[in-house]
């Protein structure tokens, strides 16, 4: 566009200076000559103007260095989630061997001894869970009382056995009062590096290192 202008304009200027015009063209022509440098410069501003908009849109040149690979690893939700839970787990091993406590053979033991471990178990897995939960139980009324539940009660806290009426309202005995926690606080694990098989250790193997041990003198 900005040739063919250039061109037009030139060929208006030296048909009036070196070609013969009719003198009712010479007005004309004249005013052609001023309007056409116009439209080259309006065209050359659009032009400049479009420029600077393509410019603007382009993102800008990476100048950070690059991020840490344990950041840049996109890390997979649900092996998060799995590594949270772990945690967990975790704590409940190294704070009240629950672990060891599961996963060992009762059958060698006398009735005293596993007694004592389950107090240490409790003891330490009940620390646990009052850090991470505030447990309540979800019934304010105390077992071996009678309930009646309405219609409309909230089947998610209330599980029926026994013979159950095909219609409410439900009339029975308060079995168990449930729990309900009203505060959830698990680990949380975020921006760390997930190596295969590392995030599913519950608690790592000891190992006693005793340099007399090694002591040949």
Request: proline share 7%; hydrophobic share 45%; glycine share 6%.
């Amino acid at each position: 566009m900005a040739i063919t202008l250039t061109l037009l304009i030139i060929g208006v200027i030296s048909t009036l200076f070196y070609i013969p015009v009719p003198e009712e063209l010479v007005q004309k022509l004249e005013w052609v000559a001023l309007a056409l440098p116009l439209a080259l410069l309006i065209w050359q501003l659009i032009e400049l103007s479009r420029k600077a908009a393509r410019e603007g849109e382009e993102p800008a040149p990476q100048t950070h260095k690059p991020a840490p690979r344990a950041a840049a690893v996109q890390q997979d939700p649900r092996r998060l989630q799995d590594a949270a839970v772990l945690q967990f787990l975790a704590r409940l091993q190294e704070k009240g061997r629950l672990v060891d406590f599961i996963m060992d053979d009762m059958t060698p033991y006398a009735d005293e001894q596993v007694g004592a471990a389950a107090r240490i178990v409790h003891q330490g897995c009940q620390e646990v869970f009052s850090s991470f939960f505030r447990i309540e139980p979800l019934h304010d009324g105390a077992e071996e009382e009678e309930i009646t539940l309405a219609q409309g009660y909230d089947s998610a806290a209330y599980r029926l056995v026994g013979r159950v009426p095909e219609h409410p309202p439900y009339t029975g005995i308060m079995l168990h009062r449930g729990w309900v926690t009203r505060r959830i606080n698990l680990p949380q694990v975020s921006g760390v590096d997930l190596t295969d098989g590392a995030e599913y250790v519950i608690a790592p193997a000891e190992v006693e290192v005793d340099p007399s041990h090694f002591d040949r003198a």
